[in-house]
């Protein structure tokens, strides 16, 4: 059973954009807590954005704080990440998850942490070409 489903994913050159969306199919799992992350060939997936739904709290991985924006749209049930300015570097496939429970600090939040969330995408490829 399908229940989160990536697209958007492609080729762009260095300095282009895409928007990532990610769809829940289903209201049968937790999605307070929704998050990108991504992985790159021979690499460690690695946490990107994430998304707490009751107050709309965002995270970003420092690096991309300035080239990368997540958003919800609960209406669709969406989750986006728009990516600007993209560079080689960001050359991954990229996962949508969600089922996580969020920790405090400062505030409710969900932590960009791969290893408790339980429902992952299939992935959607990104490639940028220098």
């Known amino acids: 059973q399908v229940q989160l489903v990536e697209s958007g994913g492609g080729s762009v050159e260095a300095g282009g954009s895409l928007r990532l969306s990610c769809v829940v199919s289903t209201d049968t799992i937790n999605t307070d807590c929704m998050s990108w992350f991504r992985q790159a060939p021979e690499k460690q997936r690695e946490g990107v954005a994430s998304?707490?739904?009751?107050?709309?709290?965002?995270s970003l991985a420092d690096s991309l704080h300035r080239r990368f924006t997540i958003s919800r749209d609960n209406t669709k049930n969406t989750l986006y990440l728009q990516m600007n300015n993209l560079a080689p570097e960001d050359t991954a496939v990229y996962y949508c998850?969600?089922?996580?429970?969020?920790?405090?600090?400062?505030?409710?939040?969900?932590?960009?942490?791969?290893?408790?969330?339980?429902?992952w995408g299939q992935g959607t490829l990104v490639t940028v070409s220098s």
């Open positions: 998304f707490y739904r009751p107050t709309e709290s965002t």
């Open positions: 998850a969600a089922d996580r429970q969020p920790e405090y600090r400062f505030g409710w939040y969900c932590p960009i942490d791969p290893t408790a969330y339980k429902i």
